[in-house]
Protein backbone atom coordinates (compact mmCIF):
# COMPACT_ATOMS: atom_id res chain seq x y z
CA UNK A 1 0.00 0.00 0.00
CA UNK A 2 2.64 2.72 -1.29
CA UNK A 3 -0.19 5.79 -1.46
CA UNK A 4 1.75 9.01 -2.54
CA UNK A 5 5.76 8.13 -3.20
CA UNK A 6 8.19 11.31 -3.64
CA UNK A 7 11.40 11.05 -5.08
CA UNK A 8 14.08 11.95 -4.20
CA UNK A 9 13.96 12.52 -0.40
CA UNK A 10 16.56 15.22 -0.36
CA UNK A 11 18.35 16.48 -3.20
CA UNK A 12 21.50 19.73 -3.57
CA UNK A 13 21.32 21.65 -6.80
CA UNK A 14 23.66 24.46 -7.52
CA UNK A 15 22.43 27.70 -9.19
CA UNK A 16 20.68 27.63 -12.50
CA UNK A 17 20.86 23.78 -12.66
CA UNK A 18 17.61 21.90 -13.46
CA UNK A 19 15.78 18.80 -11.89
CA UNK A 20 12.37 16.70 -12.11
CA UNK A 21 10.51 16.17 -8.38
CA UNK A 22 9.08 12.32 -8.93
CA UNK A 23 5.65 12.42 -7.78
CA UNK A 24 3.39 9.13 -8.09
CA UNK A 25 0.24 7.72 -6.63
CA UNK A 26 -0.81 4.40 -6.60
CA UNK A 27 -5.02 5.21 -5.48
CA UNK A 28 -6.72 6.40 -8.75
CA UNK A 29 -6.62 9.84 -7.54
CA UNK A 30 -7.75 11.91 -10.40
CA UNK A 31 -6.67 15.09 -8.61
CA UNK A 32 -2.65 15.96 -8.05
CA UNK A 33 -1.09 18.78 -6.58
CA UNK A 34 2.37 20.41 -5.11
CA UNK A 35 3.16 22.58 -2.52
CA UNK A 36 6.27 23.56 -1.49
CA UNK A 37 6.53 24.21 2.71
CA UNK A 38 8.96 27.26 3.89
CA UNK A 39 9.34 28.50 7.92
CA UNK A 40 6.29 30.54 8.82
CA UNK A 41 4.15 30.16 4.99
CA UNK A 42 2.83 26.91 5.58
CA UNK A 43 1.90 25.50 2.55
CA UNK A 44 1.53 27.10 -0.76
CA UNK A 45 0.41 25.59 -3.73
CA UNK A 46 3.11 25.57 -6.78
CA UNK A 47 0.63 23.44 -9.72
CA UNK A 48 -2.05 21.24 -9.27
CA UNK A 49 -4.13 18.64 -12.25
CA UNK A 50 -7.31 17.61 -11.97
CA UNK A 51 -6.40 14.71 -14.76
CA UNK A 52 -4.32 13.55 -17.04
CA UNK A 53 -3.55 16.00 -19.74
CA UNK A 54 -4.91 18.74 -17.34
CA UNK A 55 -2.84 21.33 -15.45
CA UNK A 56 -3.15 24.71 -13.97
CA UNK A 57 -1.07 27.04 -11.86
CA UNK A 58 -1.33 27.57 -8.06
CA UNK A 59 -0.53 30.37 -5.49
CA UNK A 60 3.39 30.03 -6.57
CA UNK A 61 3.78 28.76 -10.17
CA UNK A 62 6.65 31.03 -11.29
CA UNK A 63 10.08 28.64 -11.93
CA UNK A 64 8.28 25.81 -11.88
CA UNK A 65 6.52 23.51 -14.35
CA UNK A 66 4.38 20.15 -14.86
CA UNK A 67 2.45 17.92 -17.06
CA UNK A 68 0.08 14.57 -16.24
CA UNK A 69 0.53 12.40 -18.73
CA UNK A 70 -0.82 9.59 -16.75
CA UNK A 71 -2.95 9.55 -14.21
CA UNK A 72 -0.49 8.12 -11.75
CA UNK A 73 2.64 10.69 -12.22
CA UNK A 74 2.63 14.20 -11.85
CA UNK A 75 6.27 15.19 -11.88
CA UNK A 76 7.36 18.77 -10.88
CA UNK A 77 10.23 20.61 -13.03
CA UNK A 78 13.00 23.20 -12.36
CA UNK A 79 14.03 25.09 -14.95
CA UNK A 80 16.90 26.42 -13.74
CA UNK A 81 17.28 26.36 -10.18
CA UNK A 82 17.64 29.69 -7.67
CA UNK A 83 18.35 29.79 -3.90
CA UNK A 84 14.86 31.35 -3.46
CA UNK A 85 12.95 27.78 -4.51
CA UNK A 86 15.13 26.21 -1.15
CA UNK A 87 12.62 24.67 0.84
CA UNK A 88 10.39 21.27 1.07
CA UNK A 89 8.34 20.31 -1.66
CA UNK A 90 5.39 17.30 -0.82
CA UNK A 91 2.99 16.01 -3.70
CA UNK A 92 -0.68 15.61 -2.51
CA UNK A 93 -3.43 13.53 -4.33
CA UNK A 94 -7.24 13.20 -3.51
CA UNK A 95 -10.04 12.17 -5.66
CA UNK A 96 -12.04 15.19 -6.90
CA UNK A 97 -14.86 16.97 -5.09
CA UNK A 98 -14.95 18.99 -1.94
CA UNK A 99 -15.21 16.68 0.24
CA UNK A 100 -12.37 14.82 -0.37
CA UNK A 101 -9.23 14.50 2.22
CA UNK A 102 -5.76 15.15 0.61
CA UNK A 103 -2.86 12.33 0.74
CA UNK A 104 0.61 13.53 1.08
CA UNK A 105 3.70 12.19 0.33
CA UNK A 106 6.81 12.53 2.41
CA UNK A 107 8.36 14.94 1.12
CA UNK A 108 11.20 16.11 -0.57
CA UNK A 109 14.07 18.79 0.93
CA UNK A 110 15.55 20.88 -1.74
CA UNK A 111 18.63 23.10 -1.41
CA UNK A 112 19.58 24.79 -3.88
CA UNK A 113 23.52 26.69 -3.47
CA UNK B 1 -12.07 33.60 -1.76
CA UNK B 2 -11.78 30.73 0.81
CA UNK B 3 -8.80 31.69 3.36
CA UNK B 4 -7.94 29.98 6.52
CA UNK B 5 -6.06 32.01 9.59
CA UNK B 6 -4.38 30.02 12.49
CA UNK B 7 -3.66 32.94 14.99
CA UNK B 8 -0.65 30.91 16.94
CA UNK B 9 2.06 29.92 15.60
CA UNK B 10 3.44 28.33 18.24
CA UNK B 11 2.05 26.75 21.68
CA UNK B 12 3.70 25.52 24.54
CA UNK B 13 1.69 22.94 26.78
CA UNK B 14 2.68 20.81 29.53
CA UNK B 15 2.52 16.64 29.20
CA UNK B 16 -1.07 15.85 30.33
CA UNK B 17 -2.71 19.51 30.17
CA UNK B 18 -5.45 20.02 27.83
CA UNK B 19 -4.96 21.66 24.41
CA UNK B 20 -7.08 24.06 21.58
CA UNK B 21 -5.68 25.38 18.52
CA UNK B 22 -7.53 28.00 17.11
CA UNK B 23 -8.62 28.20 13.20
CA UNK B 24 -10.73 30.54 11.55
CA UNK B 25 -11.96 30.87 7.91
CA UNK B 26 -13.29 32.24 5.25
CA UNK B 27 -15.73 30.46 2.91
CA UNK B 28 -18.19 31.67 0.62
CA UNK B 29 -20.64 28.69 1.36
CA UNK B 30 -20.95 25.47 3.88
CA UNK B 31 -17.01 24.94 4.45
CA UNK B 32 -15.57 21.75 4.32
CA UNK B 33 -12.95 21.82 6.88
CA UNK B 34 -9.49 19.27 7.55
CA UNK B 35 -7.12 19.28 10.35
CA UNK B 36 -3.40 17.82 9.48
CA UNK B 37 -0.68 16.98 11.86
CA UNK B 38 2.63 16.68 10.43
CA UNK B 39 5.45 15.29 12.72
CA UNK B 40 8.83 16.59 12.59
CA UNK B 41 10.47 15.37 8.84
CA UNK B 42 7.01 13.53 7.67
CA UNK B 43 4.19 13.98 5.53
CA UNK B 44 0.81 15.62 6.67
CA UNK B 45 -2.05 13.24 8.25
CA UNK B 46 -5.43 13.68 8.39
CA UNK B 47 -6.58 14.18 11.84
CA UNK B 48 -10.45 14.77 11.32
CA UNK B 49 -12.86 16.43 8.93
CA UNK B 50 -15.52 18.20 9.49
CA UNK B 51 -18.43 18.17 6.18
CA UNK B 52 -21.58 18.94 7.83
CA UNK B 53 -24.08 17.27 10.40
CA UNK B 54 -22.40 17.41 13.99
CA UNK B 55 -20.69 20.03 14.43
CA UNK B 56 -18.46 18.06 17.37
CA UNK B 57 -16.26 15.80 14.87
CA UNK B 58 -14.00 12.97 16.47
CA UNK B 59 -10.42 12.30 14.76
CA UNK B 60 -7.61 9.90 15.59
CA UNK B 61 -5.29 9.92 18.39
CA UNK B 62 -7.60 11.55 20.67
CA UNK B 63 -8.31 15.00 18.97
CA UNK B 64 -11.52 16.79 18.18
CA UNK B 65 -12.69 19.68 16.83
CA UNK B 66 -15.74 22.37 17.19
CA UNK B 67 -17.19 23.41 14.02
CA UNK B 68 -18.96 27.00 15.29
CA UNK B 69 -20.51 28.38 11.90
CA UNK B 70 -21.29 31.87 14.16
CA UNK B 71 -17.64 32.56 15.16
CA UNK B 72 -16.23 30.91 11.78
CA UNK B 73 -13.89 28.71 14.11
CA UNK B 74 -13.09 25.05 13.70
CA UNK B 75 -11.11 24.84 16.99
CA UNK B 76 -8.60 21.11 17.71
CA UNK B 77 -8.99 19.94 20.87
CA UNK B 78 -7.70 17.32 22.99
CA UNK B 79 -8.10 16.78 26.49
CA UNK B 80 -4.83 15.27 27.63
CA UNK B 81 -1.20 16.04 25.42
CA UNK B 82 0.70 13.34 25.49
CA UNK B 83 4.84 14.09 24.45
CA UNK B 84 4.16 12.43 21.33
CA UNK B 85 1.75 15.16 19.82
CA UNK B 86 4.59 17.74 19.40
CA UNK B 87 4.26 18.25 15.82
CA UNK B 88 2.70 21.15 13.51
CA UNK B 89 -0.86 21.34 12.78
CA UNK B 90 -2.49 22.80 9.72
CA UNK B 91 -6.10 23.64 9.17
CA UNK B 92 -7.58 23.55 5.84
CA UNK B 93 -10.26 24.73 3.72
CA UNK B 94 -11.66 22.21 0.91
CA UNK B 95 -12.97 24.13 -2.45
CA UNK B 96 -16.14 25.60 -2.91
CA UNK B 97 -18.36 23.04 -4.58
CA UNK B 98 -18.43 23.11 -8.71
CA UNK B 99 -15.17 24.73 -8.64
CA UNK B 100 -11.65 23.53 -8.73
CA UNK B 101 -10.58 20.98 -6.01
CA UNK B 102 -7.62 23.21 -4.39
CA UNK B 103 -7.80 22.77 -0.35
CA UNK B 104 -6.22 26.41 1.17
CA UNK B 105 -4.26 25.44 4.29
CA UNK B 106 -3.13 27.99 7.16
CA UNK B 107 -0.04 29.10 8.18
CA UNK B 108 -0.18 26.26 10.54
CA UNK B 109 0.74 26.00 14.81
CA UNK B 110 3.47 24.15 16.12
CA UNK B 111 2.90 22.17 19.07
CA UNK B 112 5.64 21.85 21.91
CA UNK B 113 4.83 19.74 24.95
CA UNK B 114 6.64 20.84 28.65
CA UNK B 115 7.72 17.21 30.34
Known amino acids: NAGVTQTPKFQVLKTGQSMTLQCAQD?????MSWYRQDPGMGLRLIHY???????DQGEVPNGYNVSRSTTEDFPLRLLSAAPSQTSVYFC????????????FGQGTRLTVV | AQSVTQPDIHITVSEGASLELRCNYSYGATPYLFWYVQSPGQGLQLLLKYFSGDTLVQGIKGFEAEFKRSQSSFNLRKPSVHWSDAAEYFC?????????????FGKGTRLHILP
Open chain 1, 92 to 103: ASKYRGPNTEAF
Open chain 1, 27 to 31: MNHEY
Open chain 1, 49 to 55: SVGAGIT
Open chain 2, 92 to 104: AVGPLMNRDDKII
